[in-house]
């Protein structure tokens, strides 16, 4: 009940309405009478019941998105607000029904909050000191988060606080882009609570539920912004949205430059008329009715793989039978078991009755038992240890069988209810209904046709937000996309195992709702590191990404949905993620028809890492590849090579082939190819081993692995891993016991002979490593190559040439040739000697010289020397052949510079005596 006193005076019950209004003379008051006349006074005069003043708040206007503060806001009868902006010493008149105001929280007084302000000034700090890029980034974080307003509507008021705020769950869901059973449990986690969160392990259609997720936004009328720091995940959304023509309704913002590009393409507002759409409540009969099979169609793959599973260790088993009981007797036939009617459960408790029995004597009580348990009367078949271990070989292959029967009635069964309910069709119809009455819904919205700027679109934020719904943009840049204070209805982050929760909470900072996608058993993120210890671990920014976080922070409070329906990989490469990480969760939906997906590539023993690169491996790959196993993929898919370091990369792309994608684990998360190579890289010198925990990560693994959709090969050195027993011994031993037949595991043939120079080396060499001589140098990789040159100088076609070793270079090149420069001179008058020096024997004249170079030539200051080595013989006229210690072919090496010198020495001698 509003009362009005004017003066001193109860007006209330003589006016029938009240109104306040700005004019030249300052706020006054005007009441209104029942015969239509009124009068004003200065509201200072007057006094309305209730009055309610509220100081340091937020105010947002009806349907508007922006929340401004303000200074102080008198609110008067519920009905009318005097608002005063600090900035601005004019009062504001605003009636109520158009603006809602919002009290402040404490949040950017917490020490959470205050916590993440000190981790970003550290990085500024930190950055300042390292890149003039990095600290601007840090600097446009930090400036950022101090913006963000203490808005208690806000999800990183909640986050920061820990407690989710509850939602009514969202009825009549529509699925435009397809749907299985975790999506459905995942899209209705959205709108159930503030917070939900999606775990998506590879291929397990992240995408098609984020698009659905936007689709029921778009439903709502409301806004998102779909935010992650890895392009290829955002991109995967927009080019789906846009085969569905509805790319018109994202903003693609983000940075200047992609904020530029967008404005300079808009898309344009599409101009056809969609035909009329089902009733909304028809597609909800078909969602419910279709979700009566979409658990039956997870069981169909779930058997399928066990029977897949079953049928390989029945393989062995009759493998193994075929190579150790050839001469043992076989007394219990596998039919006969039939006559016992004995379940799988029966077969293994007679299984392991017999052996309990061990050496003893049939007692009756063993009868008894025997007939009670098992109906088996007759026990001539196990009166002595062969007859019982014959009888448990038996019992063990009629193990398989009947479990395979019965694995495969239960999937007849579970495809008969599929096809008798038209599964395909219903699901088909579901996912077009939904796309037809969502297209039918956003063809009745007048959306303006206003053209908006980059400069200026900010002003027009709401109206911008009308046209666009959708914004893309990266975390680091979210709130510098919108206008100060905007809070869209939710923000989805994708990849958020591999955000940072700097500068991850700014979009909590912009979002009522949040919905954060990710897999935290993926690569996290690489935190940056400023030693500031956090008021609660929850919030670690060391330790945790963003996901992780949320999780931690978050817990059994809000919806947790792992997606398990697998699409991507082949299902022998998925399955060793899914037994590995996964623990058997996920749900293989591809099919197994016998392809080879599985390749190990072992490289010869020997230390064959130098400075992160590993040129053994990839020859002993190309070995493979040059034999014609590369790929029954090759004509048209696409190849990806992946290494945990980027100079074994750098490295690749002069060896593999151009149609190899290269690159680290890490840059290749998010994407996938046909066909993935994983090079380890490390050997086992003792130097190594501090790497081996990074390369052996389970995390990055995973990665690995999950990028192949039809072929995994892992390239890797001998026995490296084993001692670890780590996720890359695990991938070892998985890739051997699945890969179809031996001739997927190569033990490579690619030697070097450098390879003596380790203490195991291949027997290949033992004729090379006899006849080597200690006379020849002190170092053996020379040793080596003296006995190389040795055996070939003495072909006929080579008698013309001998050679000498550890001859001065100034020897060899005059220092008074002209074209020297001062530092090669200067070189010269050092010790410096070539390994080895090709002469001719008549005439003793150079003609080529050989170096051969260790692990120190990857050292910057030997890469010097050897440069203007190069340069001096490069100048003198001087071939230079380098082999160096890692590489493989050395024989074949030599012999080609060989036959190259010698051939153009003969075709000179042909030109002179023309």
Same mark, same amino acid.
């Given at each position: 009940m509003v009362s009005i006193h004017v003066n001193g005076q109860d007006k209330t019950k003589q006016i029938n309405d009240w109104k306040i209004r700005d004019s030249r003379q300052g706020l006054e008051l005007t009441c209104f009478f029942p015969s239509g006349k009124s009068y004003t006074r200065p509201?200072?005069?007057?006094?309305?019941?209730?009055?309610?003043?509220?100081?340091?708040?937020?105010?947002?206007?009806?349907?508007?998105?922006?929340?401004?503060?303000v200074d102080k806001v008198v609110v008067y009868g519920n009905k009318q607000a005097v608002v005063q902006y600090a900035e601005n010493a004019k009062p504001y008149v605003m009636n109520m029904d158009n603006i809602r105001l919002v009290r402040k929280t404490k949040l950017k007084d917490g020490e959470v909050f205050r916590?993440?302000?000190?981790?970003?000034?550290?990085?500024?700090?930190?950055?300042?000191?390292?890149?003039?890029?990095?600290?601007?980034?840090?600097?446009?974080?930090?400036?950022?988060?101090?913006?963000?307003?203490?808005?208690?509507?806000?999800?990183?008021?909640?986050?920061?606080?820990?407690?989710?705020?509850?939602?009514?769950?969202?009825?009549?869901?529509?699925?435009?882009?397809?749907?299985?059973?975790?999506?459905?449990?995942?899209?209705?986690?959205?709108?159930?609570?503030?917070?939900?969160?999606?775990?998506?392990?590879?291929?397990?259609?992240?995408?098609?539920?984020?698009?659905?997720?936007?689709?029921?936004?778009?439903?709502?009328?409301?806004?998102?912004?779909?935010?992650?720091?890895?392009?290829?995940?955002?991109?995967?959304?927009y080019e789906k949205l846009g085969k569905e023509g509805l790319e018109f309704l994202v903003a693609k913002l983000g940075n200047s430059e992609n904020r530029k590009n967008f404005f300079a393409n808009t898309p344009a507002i599409p101009t056809a008329k969609f035909p009329p759409a089902p009733l909304l409540q028809d597609i909800e009969g078909d969602v419910d009715h279709l979700k009566q099979f979409l658990h039956a169609r997870n069981e169909v793959a779930k058997l399928q793989a066990e029977v897949d599973e079953l049928n390989i260790e029945r393989k062995y088993l009759l493998k193994w039978r075929q190579e150790n009981l050839e001469a043992a007797p076989n007394l219990l036939k596998t039919d006969s078991l039939e006559k016992y009617r004995l379940s799988k459960q029966k077969i293994t408790d007679l299984m392991a009755y017999l052996t309990m029995l061990d050496g003893k004597p049939i007692s009756l009580r063993n009868r008894i038992e025997l007939w009670l348990n098992f109906r088996i009367f007759r026990t001539k078949p196990f009166s002595t240890s062969d007859k019982r271990d014959a009888t448990i070989h038996t019992l063990q292959l009629g193990y398989y069988d009947k479990a395979l029967q019965e694995k495969e009635a239960e999937l007849a069964s579970c495809q008969d209810t599929l096809r008798k309910g038209d599964f395909d069709a219903l699901l088909a119809g579901v996912t077009t209904s939904s796309?037809?009455?969502?297209?039918?819904?956003?063809?009745?919205?007048?959306?303006?046709?206003?053209?908006?700027?980059?400069?200026?679109?900010? %002003?027009?934020?709401?109206?911008?937000?009308?046209?666009?719904?959708?914004?893309?943009?990266?975390?680091?840049?979210?709130?510098?996309?919108?206008?100060?204070?905007?809070?869209?209805?939710?923000?989805?982050?994708?990849?958020?195992?591999?955000?940072?929760?700097?500068?991850?909470?700014?979009?909590?900072?912009?979002?009522?709702?949040?919905?954060?996608?990710?897999?935290?058993?993926?690569?996290?993120?690489?935190?940056?590191?400023v030693g500031k210890a956090a008021p609660d671990e929850r919030y670690d920014c060391e330790k945790h990404s963003l996901l992780d976080s949320c999780l931690s922070v978050f817990g059994d409070a809000v919806p947790v949905t792992l997606l398990k329906e697998h699409y991507r990989c082949h299902p022998r490469i998925i399955q060793f993620c899914n037994q590995q990480f996964y623990d058997n969760e996920l749900i293989p939906m591809t099919r197994d028809a016998g392809e080879d997906a599985l390749r190990l590539i072992v490289?010869?023993?020997?230390?064959?890492?130098?400075?992160?690169?590993?040129?053994?491996?990839?020859?002993?790959?190309?070995?493979?590849?040059?034999?014609?196993?590369?790929?029954?993929?090759?004509e048209t898919s696409k190849r990806g090579f992946i290494a945990p370091y980027n100079a074994q990369v750098a490295l690749s792309h002069s060896h593999l082939p151009a149609s190899f994608v290269k690159d680290t684990t890490h840059k290749f998360q998010g994407r996938e190819c046909d066909e993935i190579v994983f090079s380890t890289v490390l050997d086992k010198k003792a130097s190594n081993q501090k790497n081996l925990k990074f390369v052996d990560d389970p995390h990055l693994i995973n990665v690995a692995v999950s990028r192949a959709k039809n072929r995994f090969t892992l390239v890797t050195g001998d026995d490296v891993f084993s001692a670890a027993n780590g996720p890359v011994s695990a991938l070892i031993r998985y890739i051997e016991y699945y890969a179809n037949e031996t001739a997927q595991v190569h033990r490579s043939p690619v030697v070097s002979a450098f390879d003596l120079l380790y203490a195991e080396y291949d027997q290949s060499l033992e004729k090379l490593r006899s006849a080597l001589r200690a006379s020849d140098s002190q170092f053996r990789s020379e040793q080596i190559v003296a006995q190389i040159l040795r055996e070939r100088l003495s072909l006929f076609s080579n008698q013309a040439v001998t050679f000498h070793t550890q001859i001065a270079l100034n020897q060899l090149v005059s220092p008074g040739n002209e074209a020297l420069t001062a530092r090669e001179r200067g070189f010269m008058k050092g010790r410096s000697c070539c390994d080895f020096v090709l002469y001719f024997k008549?005439?003793?004249?150079?003609?080529?010289?050989?170096?051969?170079?260790?692990? %120190?030539?990857?050292?910057?200051?030997?890469?010097?020397?050897?440069?203007?080595?190069?340069?001096?013989?490069?100048?003198?006229?001087?071939?230079?052949?380098?082999?160096?210690?890692?590489?493989?072919?050395?024989?074949?090496?030599?012999?080609?510079?060989?036959?190259?010198?010698?051939?153009?020495?003969?075709?000179?001698?042909?030109?002179?005596?023309?």
């Open positions: 509201l200072s005069e007057c006094e309305i019941t209730p009055t309610e003043v509220v100081e340091d708040a937020l105010l947002v206007k009806k349907n508007g998105s922006v929340f401004g503060h916590y993440f302000i000190s981790v970003a000034e550290g990085r500024l700090e930190k950055a300042r000191d390292n890149s003039i890029k990095g600290a601007a980034i840090a600097d446009n974080v930090l400036r950022q988060l101090k913006a963000l307003p203490s808005n208690p509507e806000m999800v990183l008021n909640s986050y920061c606080t820990g407690f989710s705020q509850p939602r009514e769950p969202q009825e009549n869901l529509i699925f435009p882009f397809g749907i299985n059973e975790s999506q459905l449990e995942a899209v209705a986690g959205a709108f159930s609570s503030q917070v939900s969160i999606i775990k998506g392990p590879p291929g397990t259609g992240k995408t098609q539920t984020i698009l659905n997720i936007l689709a029921n936004i778009l439903l709502r009328n409301e806004t998102v912004a779909l935010l992650s720091n890895n392009n290829t995940a955002v991109e995967n959304v796309m037809a009455y969502l297209k039918d819904q956003l063809q009745q919205r007048k959306r303006s046709e206003e053209v908006f700027t980059s400069e200026g679109y900010r %002003d027009r934020i709401d109206a911008f937000l009308k046209r666009y719904p959708i914004i893309g943009s990266s975390t680091h840049s979210i709130i510098n996309s919108l206008k100060s204070g905007t809070v869209l209805d939710y923000a989805i982050i994708d990849e958020a195992s591999q955000q940072d929760i700097i500068p991850g909470i700014l979009a909590l900072g912009c979002a009522r709702n949040l919905v954060i996608v990710g897999d935290g058993k993926q690569l996290p993120p690489i935190f940056a590191k490289t010869a023993k020997g230390n064959h890492t130098r400075l992160y690169k590993n040129q053994r491996e990839l020859d002993s790959l190309l070995h493979v590849l040059d034999r014609g196993e590369s790929s029954q993929w090759d008549v005439g003793k004249k150079p003609m080529a010289i050989i170096e051969v170079d260790g692990g %120190d030539h990857e050292k910057p200051q030997q890469k010097q020397w050897d440069a203007l080595k190069n340069s001096i013989l490069h100048k003198g006229g001087l071939p230079l052949l380098r082999l160096k210690t890692v590489e493989s072919h050395i024989e074949e090496k030599v012999e080609k510079f060989l036959v190259t010198l010698l051939g153009t020495t003969r075709l000179k001698t042909k030109d002179v005596s023309e």
